[in-house]
Nanobody
């Protein structure tokens, strides 16, 4: 079992930056690929970024490519999402998730564990 706790959300102006963190419990953090997803009001949850269990491979949605960076720190059992050049359309609740298959996936169904989410609001 993995427990995930997100932090770092908040209110920021367009063009600003935020760094989200997702702290994972347990000793098996390195066994999981990790992903970030988001859900805007009245919209379906969507893929944002993923990182393989080793950290050697990363994947991004086209809408965030070049602006967001996913990374992980195995010693701290934490995954990060650095978000730069934020836009109002990035406003959403952001969730981190753990994928036991380990490669990193865009498919929500591949993820076994989910955090509670953190709100990101970008004002224009």
């Amino acid at each position: 079992q993995v427990q995930l706790v997100e932090s770092g959300g908040g209110l920021v102006q367009a063009g600003g930056s935020l760094r989200l963190s997702c702290a994972a419990s347990g000793r098996t953090f390195s066994s999981y690929a990790m992903g970030w997803f988001r859900q805007a009001p009245e919209k379906a949850r969507e893929f944002v970024a993923a990182i393989s269990r080793s950290g050697g491979s990363t994947y991004y949605a086209d809408s965030v490519k070049g602006r967001f960076t996913i990374s992980r720190d195995h010693a701290k059992t934490t995954v990060y999402l650095q978000m730069n050049s934020l836009k109002p359309e990035d406003t959403a609740v952001y969730y981190c998730a753990a994928d036991s298959y380990g490669l990193g996936s865009r498919a929500q169904g591949n993820y076994d564990y989910w955090g509670q989410g953190t709100q990101v609001t970008v004002s224009s």
